[in-house]
């Protein structure tokens, strides 16, 4: 075997003075030539490490060794058989951090794109015109409901569908896809993409119930009258402040707010679609996540002449990804590190004209295992703002575990489960994803779901809890 190339095929993607004027995708994907040599650059391992680094259990080198063979529908198949929506994975997930950081090739150069295989061969699929209907399997006679059409949920009803069992998803918005739809923008993650794996979803024979807010016009209790179980992946979209003076002001919203307004209400598209949104010229961001960068990065896009991040620490303990940090770098974002905001001050009229902050330092690690900001006295400053998001976390939506008698709520109104099978403290009831963890990541989430549907498959066959 003749010695791997130690670097990543690279993914061709827009110029960033083109893309931070439109909200066009910034990769392009792999070609067919392109994703063949990436995949042979794996060594096929007989220990595999990277399936251990996965949430889900993709079988990795299985698919990987398929397209470098050039089976590639050999090789969806084998990703479908643990992941039903790969092309969402391929672009959202933290590979760098789980499947990637433990690929032995990065001890000798960099890992094999895995994130960037597993994209290339969901496209591929989808551009395909014959594609394979999914296996039909027996009905169990069981059913279940599932709260929120987000990734654990998707998640969840697929694995339970393709064991038999009939699956109804309720969700509360008006389009499926949960904060892939409204907190992810278009240049990340393409609608059509997230849409085309929902239909996916439907075609093992979940059905899909938009618009129905659990909670208010059915509680958990009556749907358990209805369903043999019920699993709650409702999310967390309860957001965070901070408390400042001033931060009532017009023209401070929640990244949630924010990124919905856009995302779901297509402000992007005006005139098209007339949602009200403010396109600021000095904008600011409060926090250092993938959330923080893709609001900066949306507000660039919507015409920002200036768009910071400001965050309290320095670059190395933000908890974007690499990727998306190196992204908003090129396009232009503005970094204000080891910087607290402290204040919001505004206008006659009431809209922020101003945030004063305090610059920070680093002292010992906190529980976080990072560096702890700790303030400089008398390092107050002003920075001009007609904008500001703030994007320093969620909490669950508490509608849910208000309405639901017999929960265990844990003390930041998450709902209480077993990590290993997302069981409740109620009888016939399972949670998953951020409404058990608080805001995580989308593959989380999704592993989350996978192994509340095995625990439900088998509290269905056993009925015993």
Known sequence: MNKPDPKMVPMREQDPSERRNNFKEVPYGYSLDEAICEAKRCLQCKKPLCIDGCPVGIDIPGFIDLIAKGDLKGSIKKMKETNSLPAICGRVCPQEEQCQKVCILSKMGEPVGIGRLERFIADWEAEQTNREAPRKVASSGKKVAVVGGGPAGLTVAGELAK?????????????????????????RLPKKV????????????????????????????????????????????LPWFMDLPGENSNGIYSANEYLTRVNLMKAYKFPEYDTPIIKGKHVAVIGGGNVAMDSVRTALRLGAEEARIIYRRSRKEMPAREEEIHHAEEEGVIFEFLTLPIAYHADEKGWVKDMECLRMDLGEPDTSGRRRPVPIEGSNFKLPVDLVVVAIGNSPNPLIPSTTSGLEIGRKGNIVVDTDTGKTSKKGVFAGGDIATGAATVILAMGAGKAAALAIDQYLETGKW
Not at 211 to 221: C, P
Request: proline letters at 1%.
């Open 163 to 187: 064991l038999g069992h009939k699956v109804k998803i309720f969700e509360a918005l008006h389009k499926m896809g949960g904060v892939l739809i409204y907190g992810i923008p278009e240049f």
């Open 194 to 237: 997230v849409e085309r794996e929902v239909e996916y979803i439907k075609s093992l024979g979940v059905e899909v119930v938009t618009s129905f807010v659990v909670g208010k016009l059915e509680t958990v209790d009556e749907l358990l009258n209805e369903f043999d179980a019920v699993f709650i992946g409702s999310g967390a979209g």
